[in-house]
């Protein structure tokens, strides 16, 4: 990929990860690394397949998992619950709200309660069935 490209790219990740933030009462974290890493990734993943990939998991099959679209950024997670496992859209301790999270989710065992500082912005998703959310998916 020409240096052009990437960096068409980066600032594609970069308008639309600024966008989410406010849209999301969020804020990027402010530990060294944390958001660059994230970016850099999310800009690979963009770069490689087209799509904003989340770069915090791992895939057996990328290919394949960009299909689904729950690990798109913003994923599922994030539009339901306003979680983001990757630590990029926080709260100004530098943690992932985790508010909505059901009780046995992972991540109310790591953070805790960590509430939401903008219940009423964000979450596309909450409250929808797993088929409204196949549904959204397929653009329906
Ligand atoms: S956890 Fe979700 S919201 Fe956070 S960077 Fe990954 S895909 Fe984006």
């Given amino acids: 990929m ?5 960096s068409e790219i980066r600032q594609k990740i970069l308008n639309y990860t600024e966008k989410y933030r406010q849209k999301t009462g969020t804020q ?15 800009v690979k993943n963009m770069a490689e397949l087209g799509k904003p990939l989340c ?8 290919h394949e998992e960009i299909k689904h679209r729950r690990w798109l950024c913003p994923c599922d997670e994030m539009q339901m619950y306003k979680y983001c496992h990757c630590l ?18 992972e991540g109310r065992q790591m953070y805790g309660n960590n509430p939401d500082p903008a219940p009423d912005l964000g979450r596309a998703l909450r409250g929808q069935s797993d088929a409204e959310i196949e549904a959204w998916h397929r653009g329906e």
């Avoid at 020409?2 to 990437?6: E, P, Y």
């Avoid at 990027?28 to 999310?42: M, Y």
């Fill in 55 to 62: 770069p915090c998991n791992f895939y057996p099959d990328k």
């Fill in 2 to 6: 020409s240096d052009s490209a990437d």
């Fill in 88 to 105: 990029l859209y926080v709260t100004s301790n530098n943690l992932p709200v985790t508010e909505h999270l059901p009780e046995a989710h």
């Fill in 28 to 42: 990027f974290s402010t530990v060294e690394g944390v958001k660059e890493s994230v970016i850099n990734g999310l």
